[in-house]
């Protein structure tokens, strides 16, 4: 029997009656690791696997997590465990600590078994630009879709059944868009729900812990492992922890769901607004109440280049470390300045140096108002937006995508209302530190797309009761990719 195509509850419930033991788990997974043809992985923990399994504590055996195998990006600090970010920069760096994630889930007796490709330092949404190439989506086994980025790897690895869950990390979407394309359940918590200490920085006003799982309550039963205050993360929240499972149960009657008109009238593709459609009156049945609400068109159309005029921005500060000095490959030069030119230009992709160059632009003195501090300003009329639909509505839900996932060839029209608002909208729950969660609505040709809900920050409890709902409705839960297209 396959273990890693079960829940969280499911295994957990086999390691109790003694069908199945953590080492068997690690095993299988592994197995599966190695058999990968979707290019997930970076490094598989083989060896590290197996010693940390003769690690586990019986004690705690009654842990949900306890000796079960999970995936972690690559851009997470592991202990003396490669970790490259997905780049020619960081090859054979390897941490002499972990991240605040890892530890915690290794102190509820999970178990790392690789490290998951991704897009160079989690820069990009396609899944394409890490130094190992291409992810492909597990649900097209003729290879020529995508699974998305920058959590590509992350998301394949339980999109195959490989594992039941996954670590990623969201700073745009990077999870719930992944998601999306592969019939899972992202969820990125609120902004300071969960320590970021050895998560590498990306844009650090944006970056988010995230993960992935393939329900709802696998969902929650991470939170409550993840989430707290960590003093190691300054930016952590002191706001309690709740048992994020306690209202999973709970009645969606009465509830205020707001679907935002001009993200709707953005989407062209029918299949995704029949669905769509389809659940919003399921909803209403069970006595939601789901009305359309307007949002500036301008404003939505903003979301996007504000973004990236801010993460890029960020992410020159943040990685102005990478110089061939400190870390990584050295290529050679007569100066600190000749070697950090040569190193730099040679290790990053065309994609992190032209981020890198927006990003530079943004902050140069000269530019400052014009560019960096006119996108805070946007960002912040951006939040505001929001802020007031969420003065009279419980959630926001809308298509997570306009389409299902694209081909590894495709272009779009990156002006266009589709991409600009519908392929690009869900940014705004990290420019407000909302906790935002994916989760399948249907499929068109064999290929999955999901639906997305936002919700008050730290009112994740609250997301999640109506995320379970709407799973109830469609009955799109643990699915894995079998036979694709």
């Given at each position: 029997?396959?273990?890693?195509?079960?829940?969280?509850?499911?295994?957990?419930?086999?390691?109790?009656?003694?069908?199945?033991?953590?080492?068997?788990?690690?095993?299988?997974?592994?197995?599966?690791?190695?058999?990968?043809?979707?290019?997930?992985?970076?490094?598989?923990?083989?060896?590290?696997?197996?010693?940390?399994v003769?690690?586990?504590?019986?004690?705690?055996?009654?842990?949900?997590?306890?000796?079960?195998?999970?995936?972690?990006?690559?851009?997470y600090?592991t202990?003396?465990?490669?970790?490259?970010?997905?780049?020619?920069?960081?090859?054979?760096?390897?941490?002499?600590?972990?991240?605040?994630?890892?530890?915690?889930?290794?102190?509820?007796?999970?178990?790392v078994?690789?490290k998951a490709?991704?897009?160079?330092?989690?820069?990009?949404?396609?899944?394409?630009?890490?130094?190992?190439?291409?992810?492909?989506?597990?649900?097209?086994?003729?290879k020529?879709?995508?699974?998305?980025?920058s959590?590509?790897?992350?998301?394949?690895?339980?999109?195959?059944?490989?594992?039941?869950?996954?670590?990623?990390?969201?700073t745009?979407?990077?999870?719930?868009?992944?998601?999306?394309?592969?019939?899972?359940?992202?969820?990125?918590?609120s902004?300071?729900?969960?320590?970021?200490?050895?998560?590498?920085?990306?844009?650090?006003?944006?970056?988010?812990?995230?993960?992935?799982?393939?329900n709802?309550?696998?969902?929650?039963?991470?939170?409550?492992?993840?989430?707290?205050?960590?003093?190691?993360?300054?930016?952590?929240?002191?706001?309690?922890?709740?048992?994020?499972?306690?209202?999973?149960?709970?009645?969606?009657?009465?509830?205020?769901?707001?679907?935002?008109?001009?993200?709707?009238?953005?989407?062209?593709?029918?299949?995704?607004?029949?669905?769509?459609?389809?659940?919003?009156?399921?909803?209403?049945?069970?006595?939601?109440?789901?009305?359309?609400?307007?949002?500036?068109?301008?404003?939505?159309?903003?979301?996007?280049?504000?973004?990236?005029?801010?993460?890029?921005?960020?992410?020159?500060?943040?990685?102005?470390?990478?110089?061939?000095?400190?870390?990584?490959?050295?290529?050679?030069?007569?100066?600190?300045?000749?070697?950090?030119?040569?190193t730099?230009?040679?290790?990053?992709?065309?994609?992190?140096?032209?981020?890198?160059?927006?990003?530079?632009?943004?902050?140069l003195?000269?530019?400052?108002?014009?560019?960096?501090?006119?996108?805070?300003?946007?960002?912040?009329?951006?939040?505001?937006?929001?802020?007031k639909?969420?003065?009279?509505?419980?959630?926001?839900?809308?298509?997570?995508?306009?389409?299902?996932?694209?081909?590894?060839?495709?272009?779009?029209?990156?002006?266009?209302d589709?991409?600009?608002?519908?392929?690009?909208y869900?940014?705004?729950?990290?420019?407000?530190?909302?906790?935002?969660i994916?989760?399948?609505?249907?499929?068109?040709?064999?290929?999955?797309?999901?639906?997305?809900?936002?919700?008050?920050?730290?009112?994740?409890?609250?997301?999640?009761?109506?995320?379970?709902?709407?799973?109830?409705?469609?009955?799109?839960?643990?699915?894995?990719?079998?036979?694709?297209?």
């Amino acid at each position: 029997m396959k273990y890693m195509n079960l829940s969280i509850t499911k295994i957990h419930e086999a390691i109790l009656k003694g069908e199945v033991t953590p080492l068997e788990l690690v095993k299988e997974a592994i197995e599966a690791c190695k058999k990968d043809d979707n290019n997930s992985f970076e490094y598989i923990c083989e060896k590290e696997a197996i010693e940390r399994v003769d690690k586990l504590d019986e004690s705690k055996k009654d842990s949900l997590l306890y000796g079960i195998p999970v995936v972690i990006k690559d851009n997470y600090s592991t202990k003396d465990i490669p970790t490259t970010g997905s780049s020619n920069m960081l090859n054979g760096y390897v941490p002499i600590f972990s991240s605040e994630v890892v530890l915690r889930l290794e102190k509820a007796g999970a178990i790392v078994v690789a490290k998951a490709t991704m897009d160079e330092l989690a820069m990009g949404g396609s899944g394409t630009t890490g130094h190992l190439g291409i992810t492909y989506n597990p649900w097209d086994k003729s290879k020529t879709h995508l699974i998305g980025g920058s959590s590509c790897g992350s998301a394949s690895s339980v999109a195959a059944g490989i594992v039941p869950f996954s670590i990623g990390s969201d700073t745009g979407d990077s999870v719930r868009k992944p998601a999306s394309y592969g019939a899972l359940v992202g969820f990125k918590p609120s902004w300071g729900r969960i320590s970021r200490f050895g998560l590498f920085p990306f844009a650090t006003s944006l970056d988010h812990v995230a993960y992935f799982t393939r329900n709802v309550e696998d969902s929650a039963i991470l939170l409550n492992v993840l989430a707290g205050r960590d003093d190691k993360d300054f930016s952590s929240s002191f706001k309690p922890v709740e048992d994020y499972t306690a209202r999973l149960n709970e009645s969606v009657k009465g509830k205020k769901i707001a679907v935002i008109k001009e993200i709707m009238d953005s989407i062209s593709n029918t299949s995704i607004k029949e669905a769509f459609n389809k659940n919003i009156a399921a909803l209403k049945n069970l006595g939601a109440i789901v009305e359309p609400v307007s949002i500036d068109h301008k404003l939505l159309k903003a979301i996007y280049p504000t973004y990236i005029i801010i993460s890029c921005a960020e992410s020159t500060s943040n990685n102005a470390n990478l110089d061939g000095v400190k870390f990584g490959p050295r290529e050679s030069g007569e100066s600190f300045e000749e070697i950090m030119t040569n190193t730099r230009s040679k290790g990053f992709s065309r994609l992190i140096k032209r981020r890198f160059v927006i990003g530079g632009y943004s902050l140069l003195k000269e530019n400052q108002d014009e560019l960096f501090v006119r996108a805070q300003k946007c960002r912040r009329l951006i939040v505001d937006a929001f802020n007031k639909v969420f003065e009279k509505y419980d959630a926001i839900y809308c298509p997570a995508s306009p389409k299902v996932a694209p081909l590894v060839s495709s272009d779009s029209d990156a002006l266009s209302d589709e991409y600009l608002i519908a392929d690009n909208y869900m940014a705004f729950a990290n420019m407000g530190g909302f906790p935002s969660i994916t989760l399948p609505l249907g499929f068109e040709d064999n290929l999955p797309f999901g639906g997305n809900l936002t919700g008050k920050p730290f009112d994740e409890s609250g997301v999640l009761s109506i995320a379970k709902v709407i799973e109830n409705c469609t009955g799109l839960k643990d699915l894995v990719a079998k036979e694709g297209k």
